[in-house]
Nanobody
């Protein structure tokens, strides 16, 4: 059974960066795509990016700023999300989740499973 655990969240000031990790256990990430999502209380879960097992990455955020970069280390069974120039509106709980198909442009959370417990990111002065 694939299990995902996120880490790397924290409290930072605007303009700073964080790198989130999503470590898999119980199974490898071969033929598994990993999606990053975030959620603020009272709002729907929002897609951030998706990293296919092929290495292709799709960014879902509307700002198209390129501030967030997803990468994976199959040997280490890990996927990462580097978040630069963080803004207060990036404050949320960040989750990773697995899909058995290649990433698509549809960031529908229902396509993903094996959700991690989430890691909190807080951006404030």
């Amino acid at each position: 059974q694939l299990r995902l655990v996120e880490s790397g969240g924290g409290s930072v000031q605007p303009g700073e960066f964080l790198r989130l990790s999503c470590v898999a256990s119980g199974s490898t990430l071969d033929r598994v795509s990993i999606g990053w999502f975030r959620q603020v209380p009272g709002k729907e879960r929002e897609g951030v990016s998706c990293n296919s097992w092929s290495g292709a990455v799709i960014d879902y955020l509307d700002d198209r700023s390129g501030r967030f970069t997803a990468s994976r280390d199959n040997a280490g069974n890990s996927v990462y999300l580097k978040m630069n120039n963080l803004k207060p509106e990036d404050t949320a709980t960040y989750y990773c989740a697995a899909a058995g198909s290649l990433c698509t442009w549809d960031p529908d959370p229902s396509r993903f499973g094996n959700w991690g417990q989430g890691t909190q990111v807080t951006v404030s002065f």
